[in-house]
């Protein structure tokens, strides 16, 4: 049986908001059976808990938040990357303020964490949510339309489009793909940073929002070149953090996903938008469980077997 996993024990960290620039400190602790990923205001009182929910989305410039009575936690998309890319079901996340932090600026730090914490096997079937059916999901028309689509796969892969007409992001490739029955999320997609322009800094902050960016968490690139001193950790390191975005906004559907993601210049919106089109859909998807390995996708058997390996 495939089943699913929780953390050993607690780990700690802290760190800075990308939007909001406050302190917060960040703990994971692990979760019963079908808890699933449960953020937790603890500097709320009583806390306030805000499962990773697609319906539970709400604002989704530059982030992906999920609101709940007037609270938020923000950019949530690199922790639920990790937390996908390693196969983790069920985690308690609490935290001090309304910003998961940024950290590096990609989902390596959150690897980390959760390899220091541990994997701990639960006794319940893992439940995934196959696809169907095509869904898909457009916006815009011409050279300004965008689409995200999902297609029945027995696994999950997934390829990115983006266009951007600079200099530096033209020269590094703008199309990446990833097939995680065979390729390592740690190693192909967990480094990928989060990336900025610095003309559109001002108007940015003016909106609330990278008030904690910085050269540390993020690539950032005038009109002509990239700022930071080490270059690019990947040849095409933009695209993959798109990719790895689409990973974290996916995983809030509140399973892994059995399917092709395929998608031209989405952001958070336009994930959630996905989401939304497929559950609203019943004949578009079901629930699945695999009763041995064999019969489960390699993506999250022999694959995500490995990644653990290397730990």
């Avoid at 410039?61 to 690199?78: C, F």
């Avoid at 940024?102 to 006794?123: K, N, T, W, Y």
């Avoid at 070149?225 to 798109?242: A, P």
Wanted: glycine fraction near 8%.
């Amino acid at each position: 049986m495939i089943r699913q996993r929780t953390i050993n024990q607690t780990v700690t960290t802290t760190g800075v908001g990308l939007h909001c620039g406050t302190r917060v400190e960040l703990t994971l602790r692990p979760a019963p059976v079908d808890t699933g990923i449960v953020f937790r205001r603890i500097d709320i009182q009583p806390p306030v808990e805000l499962p990773a929910n697609a319906t539970g989305v709400g604002d989704t410039r530059m982030a992906s938040v999920l609101e709940k009575d007037g609270v938020r936690v923000s950019t949530v998309e690199h922790l639920m990357s990790a937390c996908a890319g390693l196969g983790i079901d069920n985690l308690l996340v609490d935290l001090t303020a309304e910003e998961i932090p940024i950290m590096d600026g990609s989902a390596a730090s959150f690897v980390f964490l959760l390899q220091q914490a541990g994997r701990c096997e639960q006794d319940a079937p893992k439940k995934f949510i196959r696809v169907c059916k095509i869904v898909e999901v457009r916006e815009g028309e011409g050279a300004n339309e965008k689409w995200a689509r999902l297609e029945p796969c027995h696994g999950f892969r997934l390829k990115f489009f983006i266009e951007f007409n600079h200099p530096a992001i033209d020269g590094s490739g703008q199309t990446a793909e990833v097939d995680l029955s065979f390729e390592s999320y740690i190693q192909e997609i967990a480094r990928a940073r989060t990336f900025g322009f610095m003309q559109d800094v001002e108007t940015l902050r003016g909106m609330g929002l990278a008030r904690g960016g910085s050269l540390e968490n993020a690539i950032v690139m005038d009109e002509f070149r990239i700022l930071n001193s080490g270059g690019l950790r990947y040849r095409n390191e933009f695209v993959r953090h798109k990719i790895l975005d689409a990973m974290g906004d996916l995983y809030l559907i509140g399973h892994p996903l059995l399917a092709s993601y395929t998608a031209h210049k989405s952001g958070h919106g336009l994930n959630n938008k996905l989401l939304r089109a497929l559950l609203a859909d019943p004949t578009a998807y079901e629930t699945v469980t695999f009763t041995t390995a064999a019969s489960a996708p390699a993506a999250y058997s022999t694959q995500l077997e490995q990644e653990w390996a290397a730990v």
